[in-house]
């Protein structure tokens, strides 16, 4: 094996490590240098890596003496604020530009696996006021929201409503005699329930809320909203927040509620990049209904990063576990096995190593076709932006589900030990299986993925299709017939192929199937009784992405 042991990591092997362990390693057929190389994108992202980690591990502030998992919910808080604070204080350490690699490795370093009471103020807040704000909001917000003089989170989910935004409740209704809005919770089902850092933290929100101008209701839009004194952090009169208590997981993070009682902000505290609300109540629309969907496909590239890293670590755990735990014999009298050489445990592990692998190359990828579609937005065109939002959203789906069923496969391949707080999976397993609700409900998605799938399709069928590469097969006019006869003699082309043709096959049984029923009931109807068979189509639709 061609190592060069000054490469960072080029052998993990210890003196004292576990015999089995070496010995696996020993074994292995690859060059390690390499396959980081490869897998990181780079050698120089392999070094930057290791030195993060030397940084992280040498600072005294990142190291805890007490296990989280042995700490009162509001410890945790506490602990991943003040780490959160230190660790912003010290961004010198990271490229901060580049969230994406260096800030989300340096950060799942420092906190864990879990959020923090500025999670939402760097993921979801300051994306907002970067995307959303006009050029005057952007020069008075944007510098104190990267001081942090404001801790922002991002209020959209209600007790009431989350996935179905349009009946959002909370109000926004325009005065125009004192050029203000009037935010206004009118129903228990209109508290705000769920954001990040809201519960203690955070003194400003993004809050989306129906805007009301001229007696006629525009939808929902986002507003800037001050919640608590900044000099006392005391709630603002007619604002009511608190934390919603403890959770499933990522208990690091304080989400909160949130309650207006007819509280009143300037007018130019509604984001007016796209649309505006003019001093005499006149609305003037977006340009184009899409534009905010870009920030939405970058937060779902970190998203599948997110949940590819989760699946890794947990496939590192159990393979590891696997290597050193002995039981039972293979051949009688010939001594107790490792029980990765059990062809039951191999199925059950190496299929979740695989799909961290596919998993994490689809977040590059998705991260370069956001780049690629953001710079031809700067040029006025939009064409593309549906089909990867699309794209996006589905990948996001079927990439968190499969995490939730890889970690728990880890987990049971563990036995016993995998139960215990020890082994690290229940701690991922509540932060990953989060990621199958927030940014969309996965069912939620998997059927906004069919609605545009069945839009292609009836262009197709039109002739006036215009699909990006990425969904260029559905139009295609092959006959679908596999070109692999054999496994051993198959090329990835073959694959591929065979997969775009399943795909194709099921996204026009699923058109026709739906147009057939659309004769007989309304067309929502129809959608609801085609709905199981419109998620499978746009999951496959999704794997063939993998
Ligand atoms: C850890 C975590 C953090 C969060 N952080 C934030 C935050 O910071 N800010 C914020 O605003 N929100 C946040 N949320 C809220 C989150 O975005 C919503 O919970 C999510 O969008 C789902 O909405 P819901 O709760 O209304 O689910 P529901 O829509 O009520 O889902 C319930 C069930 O109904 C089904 N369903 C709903 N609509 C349809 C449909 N049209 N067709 C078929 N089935 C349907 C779903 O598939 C699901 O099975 C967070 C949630 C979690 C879990």
């Given at each position: 094996?061609?190592?060069?042991?000054?490469?960072?990591?080029?052998?993990?092997?210890?003196?004292?490590?576990?015999?089995?362990?070496?010995?696996?390693?020993?074994?292995?057929?690859?060059?390690?240098?390499?396959?980081?190389?490869?897998?990181?994108?780079?050698?120089?992202?392999?070094?930057?890596?290791?030195?993060?980690?030397?940084?992280?591990?040498?600072?005294?502030?990142?190291?805890?003496?007490?296990?989280?998992?042995?700490?009162?919910?509001?410890?945790?808080?506490?602990?991943?604020?003040?780490?959160?604070?230190?660790?912003?204080?010290?961004?010198?350490?990271?490229?901060?530009?580049?969230?994406?690699?260096?800030?989300?490795?340096?950060?799942?370093?420092?906190?864990?696996?879990?959020?923090?009471?500025?999670?939402?103020?760097?993921?979801?807040?300051?994306?907002?006021?970067?995307?959303?704000?006009?050029?005057?909001?952007?020069?008075?917000w944007?510098?104190?929201?990267?001081?942090?003089?404001?801790?922002?989170?991002f209020?959209?989910?209600?007790?009431?409503?989350?996935?179905?935004?349009?009946?959002?409740?909370?109000?926004?209704?325009?005065?125009?005699?004192?050029?203000?809005?009037?935010?206004?919770?009118?129903?228990?089902?209109?508290?705000?329930w769920?954001?990040?850092?809201?519960?203690?933290?955070?003194?400003?929100?993004?809050?989306?809320?129906?805007?009301?101008?001229?007696?006629?209701?525009?939808?929902p839009?986002?507003?800037?909203?001050?919640l608590?004194?900044?000099?006392t952090h005391?709630?603002?009169?007619?604002?009511?927040?608190?934390?919603?208590?403890?959770?499933?997981?990522?208990?690091?993070?304080?989400?909160?509620?949130?309650?207006?009682?007819?509280?009143?902000?300037?007018?130019?505290?509604?984001?007016?990049?796209?649309?505006?609300?003019?001093?005499d109540?006149?609305?003037?629309?977006?340009?184009?209904?899409?534009?905010?969907?870009?920030?939405?496909?970058?937060?779902?590239?970190?998203?599948?990063?997110?949940?590819?890293?989760?699946?890794?670590?947990?496939?590192?755990?159990?393979?590891?576990?696997?290597?050193?735990?002995?039981?039972?014999?293979?051949?009688?009298?010939?001594?107790?096995?490792?029980?990765?050489?059990?062809?039951t445990?191999?199925?059950?592990?190496?299929?979740?190593?695989?799909?961290?692998?596919?998993?994490?190359?689809?977040?590059?990828?998705?991260?370069?076709?956001?780049?690629?579609?953001?710079?031809?937005?700067?040029?006025?065109?939009?064409?593309?932006?549906?089909?990867?939002?699309?794209?996006?959203?589905?990948l996001?789906?079927?990439?968190?589900?499969?995490?939730?069923?890889?970690?728990?496969?880890?987990?049971?391949?563990?036995?016993?030990?995998?139960?215990?707080?020890?082994?690290?999976?229940?701690?991922?397993?509540?932060?990953?299986?989060?990621?199958?609700?927030?940014?969309?409900?996965?069912?939620?998605?998997?059927?906004?993925?069919?609605?545009?799938?069945?839009?292609?399709?009836k262009?197709?069928?039109?002739?006036?299709?215009?699909?990006?590469?990425?969904?260029?097969?559905?139009?295609?006019?092959?006959?679908?017939?596999?070109?692999?006869?054999?496994?051993r003699?198959?090329?990835?082309?073959?694959?591929?192929?065979?997969?775009?043709?399943?795909?194709?096959?099921?996204?026009?049984?699923?058109?026709?199937?739906?147009?057939?029923?659309?004769?007989t009931?309304?067309?929502?109807?129809?959608?609801?009784?085609?709905?199981?068979?419109?998620?499978?189509?746009?999951?496959?639709?999704?794997?063939?992405?993998?």
């Amino acid at each position: 094996m061609n190592i060069n042991p000054t490469m960072p990591y080029a052998n993990l092997i210890q003196p004292g490590d576990n015999p089995d362990l070496t010995k696996e390693r020993k074994t292995a057929s690859f060059n390690l240098w390499k396959m980081q190389c490869f897998v990181y994108e780079g050698e120089e992202v392999v070094k930057r890596r290791k030195e993060i980690l030397e940084f992280v591990q040498s600072t005294p502030e990142f190291n805890d003496e007490i296990p989280a998992e042995f700490l009162s919910r509001e410890e945790v808080v506490d602990r991943g604020a003040r780490k959160a604070v230190v660790m912003t204080n010290k961004a010198d350490a990271i490229d901060t530009s580049d969230f994406f690699g260096e800030g989300m490795y340096y950060q799942s370093l420092v906190i864990g696996r879990d959020l923090h009471s500025m999670s939402l103020h760097y993921i979801m807040f300051m994306p907002t006021i970067q995307g959303q704000s006009d050029d005057d909001q952007m020069d008075e917000w944007m510098g104190p929201t990267a001081a942090r003089a404001f801790l922002g989170t991002f209020a959209q989910t209600e007790l009431g409503h989350g996935s179905n935004l349009t009946k959002l409740e909370a109000t926004a209704t325009y005065d125009p005699k004192t050029e203000e809005f009037v935010l206004h919770t009118p129903t228990l089902t209109a508290t705000k329930w769920w954001p990040g850092g809201l519960g203690k933290s955070c003194n400003v929100a993004v809050v989306m809320a129906q805007l009301y101008t001229n007696g006629q209701c525009k939808g929902p839009h986002p507003f800037f909203v001050p919640l608590r004194d900044p000099e006392t952090h005391m709630p603002m009169k007619g604002v009511t927040l608190g934390d919603i208590g403890p959770k499933f997981g990522i208990n690091g993070s304080d989400n909160g509620f949130l309650i207006f009682d007819h509280y009143r902000i300037p007018r130019r505290n509604m984001f007016m990049r796209f649309s505006k609300v003019l001093p005499d109540g006149t609305y003037v629309a977006p340009p184009h209904a899409k534009l905010g969907f870009g920030t939405m496909v970058f937060v779902r590239s970190i998203m599948i990063k997110d949940q590819a890293t989760q699946l890794g670590a947990a496939a590192v755990i159990g393979i590891r576990y696997s290597a050193v735990r002995r039981q039972g014999e293979i051949n009688e009298g010939a001594g107790e096995v490792q029980v990765i050489d059990y062809r039951t445990q191999q199925f059950r592990l190496l299929p979740q190593l695989a799909r961290a692998f596919a998993f994490l190359f689809a977040a590059y990828e998705i991260k370069t076709l956001y780049l690629n579609v953001t710079e031809q937005i700067g040029t006025g065109n939009m064409d593309l932006l549906a089909e990867l939002h699309a794209v996006s959203s589905g990948l996001k789906a079927v990439v968190s589900w499969e995490t939730a069923q890889g970690v728990e496969q880890l987990r049971l391949a563990c036995g016993g030990h995998g139960y215990s707080r020890a082994s690290a999976f229940p701690d991922i397993y509540t932060y990953a299986v989060g990621g199958c609700t927030y940014e969309g409900e996965n069912i939620v998605m998997l059927l906004q993925v069919a609605r545009f799938l069945m839009k292609c399709a009836k262009e197709v069928r039109i002739g006036n299709a215009k699909l990006a590469d990425i969904g260029a097969y559905i139009a295609k006019t092959d006959s679908g017939k596999s070109h692999i006869r054999s496994w051993r003699q198959c090329s990835d082309e073959d694959i591929i192929h065979d997969f775009e043709a399943v795909a194709r096959r099921m996204i026009f049984a699923s058109y026709d199937r739906l147009k057939s029923f659309e004769t007989t009931m309304t067309k929502k109807e129809a959608w609801n009784k085609c709905s199981i068979d419109l998620c499978k189509t746009a999951r496959v639709r999704e794997l063939c992405e993998l």
